[in-house]
């Protein structure tokens, strides 16, 4: 044979190994991407599943979420009307209770004074008795009683003998007008049936 037979054939047969690899890999390479192609199918129908439970799941928590939101802003409002209501009544109580206390301590305030007062005048008696006290001890008011009452018993005594004397002139007097009497009804009976002529006459 010819060299450039040879060549062609070389050639050709080195062509023909290519094209064999080459499709073997052709074909090797058409299953792998089969293959990768149903996996990503597989993957694809797990991952919606997944989707799908995980939506489920997180519609069903956003459910019970508000449901846990709800119930508890009602317990909030409840809760809230509740804590406004006691504190009203809290406020409200410390209100009369202020109130009760101002007015206690008003009055308080009053009786203070009066026992001020009190107080004032129960020293200024004692003062007085302590005063009066010391007088009795030390006899002058004794001394003072002892010459009142002997004064006393002069004027008395001088209004006793004032007594009499006047007791005296009023019977001196009461026999005087006695005198009198008797002379003027003496001298009524001596001048009846006496004529007198004289303007300044009068009749006794």
């Given at each position: 044979?010819?060299?450039?037979?040879?060549?062609?054939?070389?050639?050709?047969a080195a062509f023909g190994a290519v094209a064999i690899v080459t499709w073997s890999e052709e074909i090797a390479a058409n299953e792998r991407a089969?293959?990768?192609?149903?996996?990503?199918?597989?993957?694809?129908?797990?991952?919606?599943?997944?989707?799908?439970?995980?939506?489920?799941?997180?519609?069903?928590?956003a459910a019970a979420a508000k449901k846990a939101a709800d119930d508890s802003s009602t317990k909030a409002t409840a809760l809230l009307?509740?804590?406004?209501?006691?504190?009203?009544?809290?406020?409200?109580?410390?209100?009369?209770?202020?109130?009760?206390?101002?007015?206690d301590a008003a009055k308080a305030a009053v009786k203070a004074a009066e026992l001020e007062k009190s107080k004032?005048?129960?020293?200024?008696?004692?003062?007085?008795?302590?005063?009066?006290?010391?007088?009795l001890r030390d006899g002058s008011e004794l001394k003072e009683a002892i010459a009142k009452q002997k004064k006393a018993e002069a004027d008395?005594?001088?209004?006793?003998?004032?007594?009499?004397?006047a007791n005296a002139a009023t019977a001196k007097a009461v026999a005087r007008l006695a005198e009198v009497e008797e002379e003027n009804r003496r001298l009524r009976e001596q001048t009846k049936g006496t004529d007198?002529?004289?303007?300044?006459?009068?009749?006794?």
């Amino acid at each position: 044979m010819k060299p450039r037979e040879i060549i062609l054939i070389l050639l050709a047969a080195a062509f023909g190994a290519v094209a064999i690899v080459t499709w073997s890999e052709e074909i090797a390479a058409n299953e792998r991407a089969a293959k990768i192609s149903k996996e990503a199918a597989e993957a694809r129908l797990k991952s919606a599943a997944d989707i799908k439970t995980l939506n489920e799941k997180i519609v069903k928590d956003a459910a019970a979420a508000k449901k846990a939101a709800d119930d508890s802003s009602t317990k909030a409002t409840a809760l809230l009307a509740q804590t406004k209501a006691d504190a009203e009544k809290v406020v409200k109580q410390a209100v009369e209770v202020l109130a009760k206390a101002k007015d206690d301590a008003a009055k308080a305030a009053v009786k203070a004074a009066e026992l001020e007062k009190s107080k004032a005048a129960a020293d200024n008696r004692v003062n007085e008795l302590t005063a009066e006290l010391a007088r009795l001890r030390d006899g002058s008011e004794l001394k003072e009683a002892i010459a009142k009452q002997k004064k006393a018993e002069a004027d008395l005594e001088a209004a006793s003998t004032a007594l009499r004397e006047a007791n005296a002139a009023t019977a001196k007097a009461v026999a005087r007008l006695a005198e009198v009497e008797e002379e003027n009804r003496r001298l009524r009976e001596q001048t009846k049936g006496t004529d007198n002529v004289s303007p300044n006459y009068r009749a006794l």
